[in-house]
């Protein structure tokens, strides 16, 4: 059975489709189906889609006359048979891991009616801009008044989608943010999903490009954002009458800004649009999200990336500057245009990092912002002696350490199965293992503590039964533990042949002020933790990664929470900055240890180099040290011989040649 159907409308996509379904086939997960509805193409879109047919038969096509993006949607739906819907539209495109992800937060949540995730856009030249990441809390205000979603990261319940309405066909654009405002009104239970799952094409002829119908059909959505919606029937009690009514004029003013930035960013006279909107009344306007919807919308005009704006704002300077004094005069709001080209001029001082290289093939982004001058620094909010918060940031939403935690166990969700032990408190093993769980433990050093099943001190856990567990998940405790190596031993020894330790350990972090402060022996950087696991495990079975940069160290250090600071901040990794250290280990299915075999044998040798040495320091005969020598150079060869096909490869690899002086032939 099919779990997720996809629904892809097309007209006239034959120079992208192609791109669009190769992206679906690709999937890890082959429990889908795709509807590619035709909707009234005159070009070869059809005939593609009928060789894709041949080759698969997972894929349907279906015709009609041209009806519009949302009634082919609509269409298309109806021939569904999966339990969940993805709408992708024929330019856009999704990652391969994307149904791995979103499937697997719908088993370990309960009904969520839609999941979703990040998206980022793809230039026509081939660069990925950053993962824009949509807001995890207060869906409805937002989509009152912007549409942060990307529709293609978006799993949708198909009994929900039908229940709500699915897509106004009405309107020729914005007809995804109308339908996701309705869920969010109707306050639908949510899941996101940690990471970024779909690529949006910017092309210069995209339907989103023709701003007048966009801005029309944005102000509508707004304005049923800002009064009751008959549509859904059973709101949230808070969202019945929709938001207040006097917000809706701000709201309007940006869509507009946003709308005339993007004729700006595509070389086109935004002035005629800004002169014939009708704009609500409006009290303020926020500099700082003005500018924001003013730099978004040029570069998406020009098809750019953030990368780009510093070349870009020489050239729209006068042409944003105009837009602003048009809102200004029509919104009465004198001096709106002057402090928002001072933001924007200050904006531009931003640079690239010297890695910039990498955001080119769309790996992580880094990025510098202008260095300030000596004793002009401003330290603002953190010009203090005690931190914002002196316990993690819990006091002010979820610590900074628990995104890059789960993210990493949202990535091996599929280790998590059969009997699994947790440190407690237990948070995170039904929630990403769910029903591949069939048994769960937990673990404590005290006795005390309630719902433990095993008690012991990981560096003494003698009385721990070997081979045992199919999945370890040990979060930010190996700093207890004194003796790491006996700790790393006895995590190896109670694993099943075949079974995995996800752990993660603290980099750059505060000091536990409770008891536990006290017991706190070691932070962690990457190459420690490796060489930790490589005491007991495989080195192709190991898995070293550090997250964090300097911006989420000083945020996690000052106690902020992930609520305090831009997602998008979360998502660049720095490794001379490593707030956490994550790792994944794997016991070897015959169970057998690094420490039994070649490196043991490495060990043995050098023993005998070291026994080598200490014959010529005490002028041992010559005769024996040649013997000892010539039996040591021939065990050094074969060893190496077998070693080079599995280690010498990788650049993690233990070996190293021992240098061997030739004998002073006085001795």
Known sequence: MTRVSIIIPAFNAAATLNATIESVVGQRR????????????????????????????????????????????????????SPWLLFLDADDLIREDHFALTLAAADGNPAPDIIYGAGARLTSDGRMGAPEIPPRSQHF???????????????????????????????????????????????????????????????????????ESLFDNAREVILRAHRRDSRVAKPAGEYAEGLPAVLAGAAIAEIAIWCAARMVGAGM????????????????????????????????????????????????????????????HRCALP?????CMEELERRSGARLGPNDARQRTGDRIPWRIAVPKVGEVEFG???????????????????????????????????????????????????????????SDVLHVDAGVPNATIIADLAAADHVQSDLFDCIILTQTLQYVFDLRAAITTLWRILKPGGVLLLTAPGISQIDDDRWGHGRYWSFTAPSVRRLLLECFPVTAVEVESRGNVMSAIAFLQGLSQQDVSSLRY??????????????????NDGGSAKSGSLESVRRLQARLQSFLSMRRIGARRKNASALRLRFSQSLASL??????????????????????RPDRNV
């Open 640 to 661: 190496r011989q077998r070693l080079s096909k599995r280690w010498c490869a990788r650049r993690s690899c233990v070996w190293a040649r021992p240098q061997i002086r």
């Open 30 to 81: 082959s429990d889908w189906e795709a509807i590619i509805f035709d909707d009234g193409s005159t070009d070869m879109t059809a005939d593609i889609v009928r060789a894709w047919c041949e080759r698969d038969p997972r894929l349907r096509l279906l015709t009609g006359p041209n009806r519009g993006c949302a009634a082919a949607r609509n269409e298309a739906a109806r021939h569904a048979k």
């Open 571 to 588: 998502q660049v990794d720095d490794p001379l900055y490593p707030v956490i250290i994550l790792a994944r280990a794997a016991k070897a």
């Open 335 to 339: 001096g709106f245009a002057s402090r």
């Open 381 to 439: 909010d953190f010009l203090r002696l005690k931190p914002v918060s002196t316990v993690w940031g819990f006091d002010r939403g979820e610590p900074v350490d628990r995104l890059y935690i789960e993210s990493f166990l949202q990535r091996h969700c599929e280790d998590v199965r059969g009997r699994v032990l947790e440190g407690a408190p237990i948070y995170y093993t039904h929630r990403f293992g769910g029903e591949r769980v069939t048994r």
């Open 141 to 211: 205000r937002h989509l009152a008044s912007f549409n942060l979603f990307f529709l293609n990261a978006c799993l949708i319940r198909r009994a929900a989608f039908e229940e709500t309405g699915g897509f106004d066909s009405t309107l020729a654009t914005c007809a995804d943010w109308d339908m996701l405002q309705r869920f969010a009104r109707a306050d639908a239970p949510v899941v996101a999903v940690d990471g970024w799952l779909a690529i949006c094409r910017m092309r210069p002829d995209s339907m989103s490009r023709k701003a």
């Open 269 to 328: 006279d935004a002035a005629s649009l800004l002169q014939r909107i009708e704009f609500a009344p409006v009290t303020d306007l926020e500099n700082d999200r003005s500018v924001s919807m003013m730099q978004r919308g040029v570069l998406l005009g020009g098809c750019a990336l953030q990368e780009d704006w510093t070349a870009l704002w020489p050239m729209y300077r006068n042409s944003i500057q105009s837009s602003f004094a048009i809102v200004e």
